[in-house]
């Protein structure tokens, strides 16, 4: 689901712009002209626009222009800061595929977690943001986006329990979002490396990419850093994807204007980070940009073979990949109802899952009535009638509870018994 607001393009903005500024056609101009010099990584010319444009608004310094001038000269001042520090990396291929559903062509092998459908189960009483649901490799981790109370985009994690139901989802912490909304992301083997798509203070542009450490001790992550060029640009970047055990990375951007198409670069992931030395380079620009992949390319590399050796790794990953729930036992772990040797178990964990699925529904239920009931006037009628429906729903949730302990011993006694 990218965002609607990001695929319109800058140009289409301009004429309502002028009217909302309050402010002349031609001045509006200098505002478009720059920014568009700035698309174009052109930031002498934008530099000169955006000086002319400020210039027009000295006898209103309270217009709205003001701050959206203040908004493009900070991105263009990263964008530019940025060219002294062009990674250095080996770009495979580059793949053009619909906006809508873009997660699908990232080809992860099994060790790279899972990318899920917007709409997976823990979601589906919740409204995901992203566009897709990040899955670590043992099911056990599920991170997505959602709004909080100040309808700001921030990303979410939820825990699978030991009887194979999701923990209460919480919010891994504000200060990934600097100022602005975060989406997509993407946790490495390690749990504690974040890769995620964000539009606060530090981005050149739309959104770009971010990586955040998580402090092992605290369990708080860092402040996050951009990855910079030429991963990020002035225009919108959605996501990082890393194979680790491969050494192999996607990110997605649309860059390169392609209405409801968005492209995904495949490179190979360095150990260490190589830059390239900006006065040593005839066009550093054209390499921040990504002009041409085939000036990152090794000319004795196979990258046929490499593509080949991905798509193999993701059918045998899709192949594998039938896991319908996690229910521990002891000494054993079922991921599918084939994996229970007992007919009896298979009939009562298609109970469990069906009681399981109410369950999570009721706690979504009662999460949104307590939402409202704090946002209700309590001497009004309708807070008492909230309350007591949170009561008789607080009742039912505990006799679900109980019910659920009851029916996962039941499983485990079949199974073990057989």
Do not use: C
């Not at 607001?5 to 009217?19: E, M, N, P, Q, V």
């Not at 670590?136 to 709004?147: K, Q, R």
């Not at 066009?283 to 090794?298: C, G, K």
Request: overall charge negative; charged content about 30%.
């Amino acid at each position: 689901m990218v965002k609607a607001t990001l695929k319109i393009g800058y140009r289409y903005i301009w004429s309502a712009l002028a009217f909302l500024l309050g402010t002349s056609a031609v001045n509006a101009d200098l505002l478009r002209d720059g920014h568009e010099a700035f698309l174009n990584y052109d930031f002498e010319q934008a530099y000169e626009l955006y000086d002319k444009y400020a210039k027009s608004l000295k006898k209103n310094p309270n217009a709205p222009g003001v701050e959206l001038l203040d908004q493009y000269r900070r991105q263009l001042e990263i964008a530019e800061n940025s060219l002294d520090n062009v990674q250095k990396i080996e770009i495979i291929d580059r793949i053009d595929v619909p906006a809508s559903d873009f997660f699908k062509y990232i080809k992860l092998p099994a060790s790279g977690g899972k990318l899920l459908s917007p709409d997976a189960a823990i979601l589906k009483n919740r409204h995901n943001l992203s566009d897709f649901a990040y899955s670590s490799e043992a099911g056990d981790i599920m991170m997505w986006s959602e709004n909080n109370d100040d309808h700001q985009e921030v990303i979410m994690e939820s825990d699978r329990l030991m009887d194979g139901s999701w923990d209460k989802p919480v919010n891994v912490g504000s200060v990934l979002n600097e100022g602005g909304n975060v989406r997509n992301p993407f946790l490495l083997t390690d749990g504690l490396t974040l890769y995620f798509s964000g539009d606060g203070e530090g981005s050149m542009g739309g959104y770009d990419l971010f990586i955040a450490s998580k402090d092992p001790v605290s369990g708080q992550f860092r402040q996050p850093m951009g990855l910079g060029y030429p991963f990020n640009s002035p225009f919108n970047e959605y996501m990082m994807a890393i194979d680790e055990e491969n050494g192999i990375g996607w990110w997605v951007t649309d860059r390169n204007r392609l209405d409801d198409r968005v492209s995904i670069y495949i490179f190979k992931t360095n150990d260490v980070r190589k830059n390239y030395i900006a006065d040593e380079e005839d066009d550093i620009v054209s390499l921040a940009r990504i002009d041409d992949i085939s000036v990152t390319q090794d000319p004795d590399t196979d990258y046929a073979q490499i593509l080949k050796d991905i798509d193999a790794r993701y059918r045998k990953n899709q192949r594998n990949s039938e896991t319908e729930f996690i229910f521990y036992m002891p000494g054993k772990v079922a991921r599918k109802l084939s994996d229970f040797n007992s007919t009896a178990a298979k009939r009562n964990m298609q109970q469990y899952l069906q009681a399981l699925q109410e369950h999570t529904a009721l706690e979504s239920q009662l999460s949104e009535l307590r939402r409202r009931y704090h946002q209700t006037d309590k001497k009004k009628g309708s807070a008492t009638a909230l309350k007591n429906q949170i009561l008789e729903i607080e009742q039912k949730r505990e006799w679900q509870s109980d019910r659920l302990k009851k029916m996962r011993n039941t499983i485990i006694a079949a199974e073990l018994n057989k």
